[in-house]
């Protein structure tokens, strides 16, 4: 099945530094999810996107719908330990409405 | 509380045996899903349904079986032909797979092989 570039595979910061990753795909969607996952738990709703450019802040997250529609970035501002866990970008495919899923970004921040 | 939730959190399966996992919303959503999720890689969907009754299969069905007999409930079942079972299964819900409606998800069951 189809899946999303999602970049970096893993991130090691210090508390209260910038993280910025992203998502490339070769079709266009017409919405943009991002979850956080932690360990033994289901993935949480983060942000959710449904326009080209549109950007969307939740907290100290922001992520933005590429004009393209074929990519998206999610931000997280002034990180701190609560913050690690893994990130996914899905994609909805405008054809079947299926969500496809990114890799994730594995994020450990270091205190 | 409105919510997804499956059970068991975590499950053993002999060789030759069919195991269900059970997953149960009360957010009044239309659409189910479940998908696999393996170490390094992103979610993959196995089974989809979209009203009581229906259901379709996702990109790696095989080895797998579901029903949706009520609104609330979307068993999955792994079946003996399922040869590689262990994974974290996860269900989620939405309240339609059309109109960009997002996907929430339940806590997850890790299968694992005796």
């Known amino acids: 099945g189809q899946q999303l570039n999602q970049s970096p595979q893993s991130m090691f910061i210090q508390e209260g530094e910038d993280v910025s990753m992203n998502c490339t795909s070769s079709?266009?969607?017409?919405?943009w999810l991002w979850y956080k996952q932690e360990p033994g738990e289901g993935p949480v709703l983060l942000i959710a996107?449904?326009?080209?450019?549109e950007l969307t802040s939740n907290g100290r997250l922001t992520a933005q719908f590429g004009i393209t529609r074929k990519d998206s970035f999610l931000n997280i501002s002034a990180s701190i330990p609560s913050d690690v866990g893994i990130y996914f970008c899905?994609?909805?495919?405008?054809?079947?409405?299926?969500?496809?899923f990114g890799t994730g970004t594995r994020l450990k921040v270091l205190a | 509380d409105g919510g997804i939730t499956q059970s068991p959190k975590y499950l053993f399966r002999k060789e030759g045996q069919n195991v269900t996992l059970s997953c149960e919303q009360n957010?009044?959503?239309?659409?189910m899903y479940w998908y696999r999720q393996d170490p390094g890689q992103g979610l993959r969907l196995i089974y989809y349904?979209?009203?009581?009754?229906?259901?379709q299969k996702g990109d790696i069905a095989e080895g797998y079986s579901v029903s949706r007999e009520k609104k609330e409930s979307f068993p999955l079942t792994v079946t003996s032909a399922q040869k590689n079972p262990t994974a974290f299964y996860l269900c989620?819900?939405?309240?339609?797979?059309?109109?960009?409606?997002?996907?929430?998800f339940g806590d997850g069951t890790r299968l694992s092989i005796l």
């Open positions: 989620a819900s939405s309240f339609g797979p059309r109109g960009n409606q997002p996907q929430h």
């Open positions: 079709s266009i969607f017409n919405t």
């Open positions: 996107l449904y326009k080209a450019g």
């Open positions: 899905a994609g909805q495919d405008s054809g079947t409405y299926k969500y496809i």
């Open positions: 957010l009044n959503h239309d659409a």
């Open positions: 349904s979209q009203i009581v009754n229906d259901f």
